[in-house]
Protein backbone atom coordinates (compact mmCIF):
# COMPACT_ATOMS: atom_id res chain seq x y z
CA UNK A 1 0.00 0.00 0.00
CA UNK A 2 1.32 3.61 -0.87
CA UNK A 3 1.93 5.79 1.94
CA UNK A 4 -0.24 8.16 -0.67
CA UNK A 5 -3.91 6.01 0.08
CA UNK A 6 -2.47 4.97 4.11
CA UNK A 7 -4.19 7.80 5.83
CA UNK A 8 -7.59 7.45 4.24
CA UNK A 9 -7.64 3.76 4.76
CA UNK A 10 -7.29 4.06 8.12
CA UNK A 11 -9.53 6.65 8.23
CA UNK A 12 -11.98 4.41 6.49
CA UNK A 13 -11.37 1.96 8.87
CA UNK A 14 -11.70 3.88 12.14
CA UNK A 15 -15.28 4.97 11.69
CA UNK A 16 -16.22 1.37 11.22
CA UNK A 17 -14.81 0.60 14.24
CA UNK A 18 -17.11 0.80 17.67
CA UNK A 19 -15.07 2.87 20.49
CA UNK A 20 -14.37 0.61 23.30
CA UNK A 21 -15.80 1.37 26.81
CA UNK A 22 -14.85 0.19 29.95
CA UNK A 23 -18.25 0.50 31.67
CA UNK A 24 -20.05 -0.57 28.62
CA UNK A 25 -18.17 -4.13 28.54
CA UNK A 26 -18.37 -4.57 32.08
CA UNK A 27 -22.26 -4.23 31.58
CA UNK A 28 -21.98 -6.39 28.46
CA UNK A 29 -20.11 -8.90 30.69
CA UNK A 30 -22.30 -9.09 33.46
CA UNK A 31 -25.35 -9.42 31.15
CA UNK A 32 -23.79 -11.94 29.17
CA UNK A 33 -22.81 -14.00 31.88
CA UNK A 34 -26.66 -13.88 33.22
CA UNK A 35 -25.10 -12.65 36.90
CA UNK A 36 -27.13 -9.79 38.63
CA UNK A 37 -26.42 -7.39 41.30
CA UNK A 38 -26.25 -8.93 44.70
CA UNK A 39 -29.66 -9.37 46.53
CA UNK A 40 -29.88 -7.33 49.70
CA UNK A 41 -28.74 -9.22 52.55
CA UNK A 42 -30.82 -10.16 55.25
CA UNK A 43 -30.52 -10.09 58.78
CA UNK A 44 -29.59 -13.45 60.82
CA UNK A 45 -31.09 -14.56 63.65
CA UNK A 46 -28.60 -13.57 66.53
CA UNK A 47 -27.49 -16.23 68.38
CA UNK A 48 -26.75 -15.65 72.27
CA UNK A 49 -23.80 -16.91 73.30
CA UNK A 50 -23.84 -17.03 77.33
CA UNK A 51 -20.98 -17.65 79.20
CA UNK A 52 -21.05 -21.01 81.66
CA UNK A 53 -22.40 -20.54 85.08
CA UNK A 54 -19.99 -21.05 88.06
CA UNK A 55 -20.90 -23.54 90.60
CA UNK A 56 -22.46 -21.14 93.30
CA UNK A 57 -22.67 -16.89 92.83
CA UNK A 58 -20.97 -15.88 95.60
CA UNK A 59 -18.80 -13.76 94.31
CA UNK A 60 -21.43 -12.05 92.72
CA UNK A 61 -23.32 -12.13 95.99
CA UNK A 62 -20.61 -10.51 97.30
CA UNK A 63 -20.05 -8.17 94.76
CA UNK A 64 -23.30 -6.66 94.76
CA UNK A 65 -23.88 -6.63 98.17
CA UNK A 66 -21.29 -4.62 98.93
CA UNK A 67 -22.44 -1.69 96.30
CA UNK A 68 -25.45 -1.74 98.96
CA UNK A 69 -27.95 -3.55 96.86
CA UNK A 70 -30.52 -5.64 99.20
CA UNK A 71 -29.36 -9.04 99.57
CA UNK A 72 -33.14 -10.31 98.96
CA UNK A 73 -33.34 -8.50 95.41
CA UNK A 74 -30.08 -10.29 94.64
CA UNK A 75 -31.20 -13.64 95.07
CA UNK A 76 -34.61 -13.19 93.61
CA UNK A 77 -32.99 -12.44 90.58
CA UNK A 78 -30.51 -15.24 90.99
CA UNK A 79 -33.86 -17.52 91.46
CA UNK A 80 -35.45 -15.81 88.34
CA UNK A 81 -32.65 -16.22 85.48
CA UNK A 82 -31.64 -12.78 85.50
CA UNK A 83 -28.53 -13.06 87.15
CA UNK A 84 -25.84 -15.22 87.52
CA UNK A 85 -21.99 -15.65 88.15
CA UNK A 86 -19.56 -16.70 85.06
CA UNK A 87 -17.38 -19.63 85.44
CA UNK A 88 -14.31 -18.10 84.00
CA UNK A 89 -14.13 -15.20 85.30
CA UNK A 90 -16.68 -14.80 87.60
CA UNK A 91 -17.96 -12.05 86.00
CA UNK A 92 -21.76 -10.78 87.18
CA UNK A 93 -23.99 -11.68 83.84
CA UNK A 94 -26.97 -9.39 83.94
CA UNK A 95 -29.47 -11.22 81.61
CA UNK A 96 -32.65 -9.72 79.68
CA UNK A 97 -35.26 -12.02 78.27
CA UNK A 98 -37.93 -11.64 75.73
CA UNK A 99 -41.66 -11.54 76.23
CA UNK A 100 -42.03 -15.71 76.18
CA UNK A 101 -39.16 -15.95 79.20
CA UNK A 102 -36.34 -16.53 76.30
CA UNK A 103 -32.53 -14.98 77.47
CA UNK A 104 -32.23 -12.61 74.47
CA UNK A 105 -29.80 -9.99 75.68
CA UNK A 106 -26.50 -10.67 78.56
CA UNK A 107 -24.43 -7.85 80.37
CA UNK A 108 -20.81 -8.91 81.67
CA UNK A 109 -19.85 -6.74 84.42
CA UNK A 110 -16.61 -7.48 86.44
CA UNK A 111 -16.88 -8.44 90.27
CA UNK A 112 -13.20 -8.14 90.71
CA UNK A 113 -12.23 -4.79 91.09
CA UNK A 114 -12.10 -4.13 87.55
CA UNK A 115 -13.69 -1.68 85.33
CA UNK A 116 -14.58 -4.92 82.52
CA UNK A 117 -17.74 -4.73 80.97
CA UNK A 118 -19.24 -5.73 77.78
CA UNK A 119 -21.96 -7.88 76.02
CA UNK A 120 -21.95 -11.35 75.63
CA UNK A 121 -21.80 -12.09 71.69
CA UNK A 122 -25.20 -12.54 70.32
CA UNK A 123 -26.98 -9.97 72.44
CA UNK A 124 -29.55 -8.78 71.32
CA UNK A 125 -30.32 -4.81 73.03
CA UNK A 126 -34.30 -4.94 72.18
CA UNK A 127 -34.30 -7.00 75.49
CA UNK A 128 -32.33 -5.49 78.06
CA UNK A 129 -32.09 -6.33 81.98
CA UNK A 130 -35.28 -5.44 83.31
CA UNK A 131 -37.82 -5.61 86.36
CA UNK A 132 -41.32 -5.79 85.56
CA UNK A 133 -44.40 -4.89 87.51
CA UNK A 134 -46.42 -7.91 89.01
CA UNK A 135 -49.29 -5.92 87.47
CA UNK A 136 -49.51 -3.46 84.62
CA UNK A 137 -48.61 0.06 85.57
CA UNK A 138 -48.50 3.19 82.87
CA UNK A 139 -45.35 4.03 84.28
CA UNK A 140 -41.89 3.62 82.97
CA UNK A 141 -38.32 4.37 85.17
CA UNK A 142 -35.46 4.41 82.74
CA UNK A 143 -31.48 3.61 83.83
CA UNK A 144 -28.45 3.31 82.03
CA UNK A 145 -27.13 0.23 83.62
CA UNK A 146 -28.30 -3.05 85.37
CA UNK A 147 -26.77 -1.93 88.61
CA UNK A 148 -27.89 1.33 88.65
CA UNK A 149 -31.71 -0.49 88.40
CA UNK A 150 -31.06 -2.37 91.36
CA UNK A 151 -29.89 0.24 92.82
CA UNK A 152 -33.08 2.20 92.60
CA UNK A 153 -35.35 -0.93 93.77
CA UNK A 154 -33.21 -1.41 96.79
CA UNK A 155 -33.80 2.70 97.60
CA UNK A 156 -37.48 1.81 96.95
CA UNK A 157 -37.82 -0.69 99.53
CA UNK A 158 -35.64 0.87 101.94
CA UNK A 159 -38.14 3.61 102.05
CA UNK A 160 -40.74 0.81 102.49
CA UNK A 161 -42.27 1.21 99.04
CA UNK A 162 -42.83 -1.81 96.73
CA UNK A 163 -40.38 -2.08 94.01
CA UNK A 164 -42.50 -4.92 92.31
CA UNK A 165 -45.24 -2.43 91.85
CA UNK A 166 -43.01 -0.13 88.98
CA UNK A 167 -41.34 -1.56 85.70
CA UNK A 168 -37.72 -0.36 85.82
CA UNK A 169 -35.70 -1.18 82.22
CA UNK A 170 -31.90 -0.61 81.75
CA UNK A 171 -30.04 0.79 78.69
CA UNK A 172 -27.59 -1.46 78.25
CA UNK A 173 -25.57 0.82 78.96
CA UNK A 174 -24.46 4.47 77.69
CA UNK A 175 -27.13 6.09 74.82
CA UNK A 176 -25.19 7.88 72.38
CA UNK A 177 -27.28 10.50 70.84
CA UNK A 178 -26.30 12.18 67.65
CA UNK A 179 -24.95 15.68 67.68
CA UNK A 180 -27.94 17.17 66.54
CA UNK A 181 -30.69 16.08 68.66
CA UNK A 182 -34.00 15.83 65.81
CA UNK A 183 -30.91 13.26 64.22
CA UNK A 184 -30.61 10.93 67.30
CA UNK A 185 -32.85 7.85 67.46
CA UNK A 186 -34.81 6.50 70.57
CA UNK A 187 -33.02 3.44 72.30
CA UNK A 188 -33.92 0.12 70.53
CA UNK A 189 -34.78 -1.27 73.97
CA UNK A 190 -37.02 1.09 75.34
CA UNK A 191 -38.53 1.55 71.63
CA UNK A 192 -39.20 -2.44 71.75
CA UNK A 193 -40.94 -1.44 75.36
CA UNK A 194 -43.35 0.68 74.29
CA UNK A 195 -44.39 -0.91 71.36
CA UNK A 196 -44.98 -4.27 73.67
CA UNK A 197 -46.60 -1.88 76.98
CA UNK A 198 -48.99 0.90 75.21
CA UNK A 199 -50.26 1.54 78.42
CA UNK A 200 -47.99 3.62 79.45
CA UNK A 201 -48.07 7.01 79.63
CA UNK A 202 -44.89 8.58 82.45
CA UNK A 203 -41.35 7.74 81.60
CA UNK A 204 -38.88 8.80 84.30
CA UNK A 205 -35.32 9.39 83.38
CA UNK A 206 -33.04 8.33 86.08
CA UNK A 207 -29.57 9.09 84.31
CA UNK A 208 -26.38 9.96 85.36
CA UNK A 209 -25.19 13.14 86.30
CA UNK A 210 -22.50 13.79 84.14
CA UNK A 211 -21.99 15.84 81.19
CA UNK A 212 -23.24 12.75 79.07
CA UNK A 213 -25.83 11.15 81.46
CA UNK A 214 -27.74 15.09 81.04
CA UNK A 215 -27.03 14.79 77.18
CA UNK A 216 -28.56 12.08 77.08
CA UNK A 217 -31.79 12.98 79.11
CA UNK A 218 -32.37 16.24 77.20
CA UNK A 219 -32.08 14.41 73.94
CA UNK A 220 -34.61 11.53 75.11
CA UNK A 221 -37.16 14.24 76.45
CA UNK A 222 -37.03 16.15 73.21
CA UNK A 223 -37.81 12.46 71.18
CA UNK A 224 -40.76 11.59 73.65
CA UNK A 225 -42.22 14.67 75.00
CA UNK A 226 -45.27 14.58 72.32
CA UNK A 227 -45.88 11.18 73.25
CA UNK A 228 -45.16 10.80 76.96
CA UNK A 229 -44.85 12.78 80.14
CA UNK A 230 -41.51 12.90 80.44
CA UNK A 231 -39.86 13.34 84.17
CA UNK A 232 -36.08 14.21 85.02
CA UNK A 233 -35.50 12.16 88.28
CA UNK A 234 -31.51 12.15 88.47
CA UNK A 235 -29.73 10.64 91.37
CA UNK A 236 -29.88 13.17 94.31
CA UNK A 237 -26.12 12.58 95.18
CA UNK A 238 -23.45 10.87 93.25
CA UNK A 239 -22.72 10.09 89.48
CA UNK A 240 -25.10 7.59 89.25
CA UNK A 241 -28.06 5.45 91.58
CA UNK A 242 -25.40 3.12 93.22
CA UNK A 243 -23.17 6.41 93.78
CA UNK A 244 -26.29 7.82 95.69
CA UNK A 245 -27.54 4.05 97.27
CA UNK A 246 -23.91 3.96 98.83
CA UNK A 247 -24.54 7.50 100.17
CA UNK A 248 -27.96 7.04 101.31
CA UNK A 249 -27.16 3.79 102.93
CA UNK A 250 -23.49 5.45 104.39
CA UNK A 251 -21.48 3.32 102.78
CA UNK A 252 -18.48 4.73 101.71
CA UNK A 253 -16.61 2.13 99.82
CA UNK A 254 -17.87 -1.47 98.77
CA UNK A 255 -17.29 -3.22 102.21
CA UNK A 256 -13.96 -5.08 102.39
CA UNK A 257 -14.40 -9.08 101.53
CA UNK A 258 -14.01 -9.96 105.23
CA UNK A 259 -16.66 -7.30 106.21
CA UNK A 260 -18.87 -8.27 103.82
CA UNK A 261 -19.12 -11.92 104.61
CA UNK A 262 -19.42 -11.38 108.06
CA UNK A 263 -22.62 -9.61 107.46
CA UNK A 264 -23.57 -12.42 104.86
CA UNK A 265 -23.80 -14.72 107.42
CA UNK A 266 -26.33 -12.99 110.03
CA UNK A 267 -28.97 -12.91 107.19
CA UNK A 268 -30.88 -16.00 107.33
CA UNK A 269 -33.99 -17.08 105.12
CA UNK A 270 -37.11 -17.48 107.15
CA UNK A 271 -39.33 -20.76 105.90
CA UNK A 272 -42.68 -18.68 107.41
CA UNK A 273 -43.98 -16.47 104.87
CA UNK A 274 -40.53 -17.05 102.15
CA UNK A 275 -38.44 -13.57 103.35
CA UNK A 276 -35.29 -12.80 104.21
CA UNK A 277 -34.69 -11.70 107.96
CA UNK A 278 -31.66 -10.32 109.70
CA UNK A 279 -30.64 -12.30 112.47
Known amino acids: VSAAILPSIISSRSRNMTLWKPWKFSRDRRWRTGSHPPAPKKDKPKVLLLPPKNKDCNRVIQYLFGRGIDYQLIQEC ?22 SGTPKYAALRSTLGSTFKQDASGSDKRYSFRLLAREPTDTLHLF ?37 MKDSKIPIALTTFLSANPQIKTIVLHLDNDKVGRLCTATLKELLQKDYKIVDDPPP ?13 EIARPMPKREMQILLERYAYSEIGGTFILI
Do not use: M, R, W
Open 78 to 99: ISDGTLYESADYHNAVFIGKDE
Open 144 to 180: EAAIDLLSYATYLKCEGKDYKSESLLSLSGVYQPKKE
Open 237 to 249: VGKDFNDFLLSYL
